[in-house]
Structures are given as C-alpha cells and as structure tokens.
C-alpha cells in the first residue's frame, strides 16, 4: 500500500530552522511531483512548496518564498522540505503528498498549487514554532 511518512518537526525559536522528511513506499515515487502543505486549527489547508519528478523544477508559496526549500532524492524515496527564518505563523502540521492529476511533468507552476490534485498524503508532522 501506499505509505507516505513525515518526520523531522517539534519546537524551534523563531529564527530558527527544520528539515522535514517524507519516505514514500507503495508506488512509483520517482516518477511523481511531489508536495508540501500545511494546516493550522481553524485554517484551510495551505501550499507550501512542490517539486517536479526529476528535482529540477521547483515552485514555493508566496507565504514561503525565499525562506523554504524542497528537494528530493529519488534514490531514497525521500522528499524534504528546509524551513529557514521560522517565524511564528509558521506554526502548523505539515503534510507531504503526491500529485495525481496529471502524468510526468517537467515544469511546476501554480498548478500545483490545488490540494485537491494530490491522492496520496502523509500523517503529518507537527512544526511548531514559539518564543
């Protein structure tokens, strides 16, 4: 079955700084765009950032931009995101998933942006970030 594993959050200063991971099993993680979101209490589920199937694309929300970084390694079946500059509004689960609307995709654009696109998602991993 398909198994998408977030790891890597807890409690950081703002300032601060996380590497989130997600290991994927259960299908074909190297040839899917893969995504970030995320989700407070009371808040609709953001984008945060995607990457294409071979890591040379990239798109980041505009909440995000500058500050978070993803990547991947399709050796490992593993996606990461690096959240830098952490600031308290940043304080969220977040998810990891697979986008399935469409096939391979060489270039990420807003696109990507919908939810709604992606079938395979994580569990979360809790990134919360306090003075």
């Known amino acids: 079955q398909v198994r998408l594993v977030e790891s890597g959050g807890g409690v950081v200063r703002p300032g601060g700084s996380l590497r989130l991971s997600c290991a994927a099993s259960?299908?074909?993680?190297?040839?899917?765009?893969m995504g970030w979101f995320r989700q407070s209490p009371g808040k609709e589920r953001e984008f945060v950032a995607a990457?294409?199937?071979?890591?040379?694309?990239?798109i980041e929300g505009d909440s995000v931009r500058g500050r978070f970084a993803i990547s991947r390694d399709n050796a490992k079946s593993t996606v990461y995101l690096q959240l830098n500059s952490l600031k308290v509004e940043d304080t969220a689960v977040y998810y990891c998933?697979?986008?399935?609307?469409?096939?391979?995709?060489?270039?990420?654009?807003?696109?990507?942006?919908?939810?709604?696109?992606?079938?395979?998602w994580g569990q979360g991993t809790q990134v919360t970030v306090s003075s």
């Open positions: 998933a697979a986008y399935t609307r469409l096939g391979k995709i060489a270039t990420m654009t807003t696109l990507m942006y919908d939810a709604r696109d992606y079938s395979h």
């Open positions: 259960g299908f074909a993680f190297g040839t899917y765009t």
């Open positions: 990457i294409s199937w071979s890591g040379e694309s990239t």
